[in-house]
């Protein structure tokens, strides 16, 4: 069992058009995060959630809206895509929050054409 | 802003030598990560060091902590051409929930 999951692997869409990313965590874990990875390998947090709870947004653009329905699960839509949003984003999670390891998804490309 | 910065960007070296990476942040830490980013995939945690350790080991890989000069290094031994990947520190502070990772290191082990 893939201890996080995160769908789709690959994502291809026009500009304008909103999306949806999907990811599940099988580990207990209470928190979870969002990761953005650019062309250049740079890894940026974007949000981080705790028992359902937002925790941590990275002064990300309002177009982008996480949503956990359970601690189990950490979604993100993106709204009114633009071609600065093309990149790998990475669900993530740990015990608690607090200082451990993190457990990553296996991240979803999104290109924007 | 950024936390890690890493040094060198790229390495490239012939199997068996010794690959070491190094990592500078900026502000006061609870603990220091190392992760690993083959290709195509997500990132795996390699070995997690806290403020007050100087040093840790698992198994090829040993890790130094320095906080007075804000930084810390990843030494791998006898390479692989399997070692092939990106590493990359990660930093965590005081409030935690925040993980914060450098741009990384790509190594490149020529069989």
């Known amino acids: 069992d893939t201890a996080v999951s995160q769908t789709p692997k690959y994502l291809v869409t026009q500009m304008g058009n909103d999306k949806s990313i999907k990811c599940e965590q099988n580990?207990?874990?209470?928190?979870m995060y969002w990761y953005k990875q650019d062309s250049k390998k740079f890894l940026k947090i974007m949000f981080s959630y705790n028992n359902k709870e937002l925790i941590i947004n990275e002064t990300v653009p309002n177009r982008f809206s996480p949503k956990s329905p359970d601690k189990a699960h950490l979604n993100l839509h993106i709204n009114s895509l633009e071609l600065g949003d093309s990149a790998v984003y990475f669900c993530?999670?740990?015990?608690?929050?607090?200082?451990?390891?993190?457990?990553f998804g296996s991240g979803t490309q999104l290109s924007v054409l | 802003s950024q936390q890690g910065e890493e040094d060198p960007q790229a390495l490239s070296i012939q199997e068996g030598e010794n690959a070491t990476m190094n990592c500078s942040y900026k502000t006061s830490i609870n603990n220091l990560q190392w992760y690993r980013q083959n290709s195509g995939r997500g990132l795996v945690h390699l070995i997690l060091i806290r403020s007050n350790e100087r040093e840790k080991h698992s198994g090829r890989l040993r890790v130094t902590l320095d906080t007075s000069k804000k930084s810390s290094s990843l030494l791998i031994t006898a390479s692989r051409a399997a070692d092939t990947a990106s590493y990359f520190c990660a930093t965590d502070h005081t409030g935690g929930f925040k993980t914060i990772f450098g741009a990384g290191t790509r190594l490149f082990v020529k069989a």
């Open positions: 580990l207990g874990h209470d928190t």
């Open positions: 993530a999670s740990s015990q608690s929050g607090v200082g451990e390891k993190l457990f």
